[in-house]
């Protein structure tokens, strides 16, 4: 199970309506996890979590001071200029750096314990944590963090995916995906070290996946792995918003 330190490493995260008539109203619309990179504290999810187009007007739910909370981020890009999103549209990934919120119930994930793309994660214990129960037939303030468990039924390291069996909803997609390491080799040797947890990946979407040789498909949750976070942290466009948001202090 993960602690309270773990359970503040994800959030809620939706968008706040326009429209005439629901104006004001906070629409969920998936989750996202915090993480550490450049000395910065980042909000990372899925891009299609965000709506194209109007310029995307999300806020995320934290507690602070005990209450629900809704920060609107545009709010906070538009005070600081030149801070925004950076979006990669094709790996399906989006980022912005996170202010200090005093108060916040809130933990970002250091590099030290993102799982490197090296450790073979199959057959791992996995848990997601996203919010489903803060879809719109449900009350959106109550989107409080739901952690589901499975196994990594396989890696693609090559288009860096986790494929999971741990079940995926709507309300996961951006939400973190962590591995927890056993205490035993699949030898039965205590070889690998103590039982951690590590940030593996983004919950993306589930699907239909076909095996190789097989004549029917698995139903399995897919997820970018943590590599493709560092990759779009460690980007050009990445270093700009640490940059304006160092100068904003």
């Known amino acids: 199970m993960l602690n309270e330190e773990w359970l503040s490493t994800f959030a809620a995260v939706g968008v706040l309506e326009t429209d005439a008539t629901t104006a004001g109203r906070w629409k969920p619309s998936g989750a996202c996890a915090f993480v550490t990179s450049h000395e910065l504290a980042w909000l990372?999810?899925?891009?299609h979590v965000l709506p194209e187009k109007p310029a995307p007007r999300m806020a995320v739910r934290l507690d602070i001071g005990g209450e629900p909370t809704l920060v609107a981020l545009w709010e906070i890009h538009n005070r600081v200029q030149g801070l925004g999103w950076v979006r990669d549209r094709k790996r399906d990934l989006a980022?912005?750096?996170l202010p200090n919120l005093p108060?916040?119930?809130?933990?970002?994930?250091p590099p030290a314990v993102w799982a490197p793309l090296d450790m073979e994660l199959t057959t791992m214990r996995c848990l997601t944590g996203g919010c489903p129960l803060g879809l719109p037939a449900l009350d959106p303030m109550r989107a409080m963090p739901v952690v589901l468990?499975?196994?990594?039924?396989g890696m693609d390291r090559r288009e860096q995916r986790i494929?999971?069996?741990?079940?995926?909803y709507p309300?996961?997609?951006g939400g973190p995906v962590f591995v927890e390491r056993p205490l035993h080799d699949p030898s039965g040797n205590v070889a690998i070290g103590p039982r951690t947890v590590?940030?593996?990946?983004?919950v993306q979407t589930s699907g239909q996946i076909e095996a190789s040789g097989q004549d029917r498909a698995l139903h399995l949750g897919v997820a970018a792995?943590?590599?493709?976070?560092?990759?779009?942290?460690?980007?050009?466009e990445a270093h700009k918003q640490a940059v304006f948001a160092r100068a904003a202090g």
């Open 44 to 47: 990372v999810t899925a891009n």
């Open 95 to 97: 980022i912005c750096v």
């Open 103 to 109: 108060g916040a119930r809130l933990k970002t994930v």
């Open 149 to 153: 468990d499975g196994i990594v039924a």
């Open 163 to 168: 494929y999971l069996t741990a079940p995926t």
């Open 171 to 173: 309300g996961n997609s």
């Open 198 to 202: 590590f940030l593996a990946g983004i």
């Open 225 to 236: 792995h943590i590599q493709q976070v560092t990759d779009l942290l460690d980007s050009p």
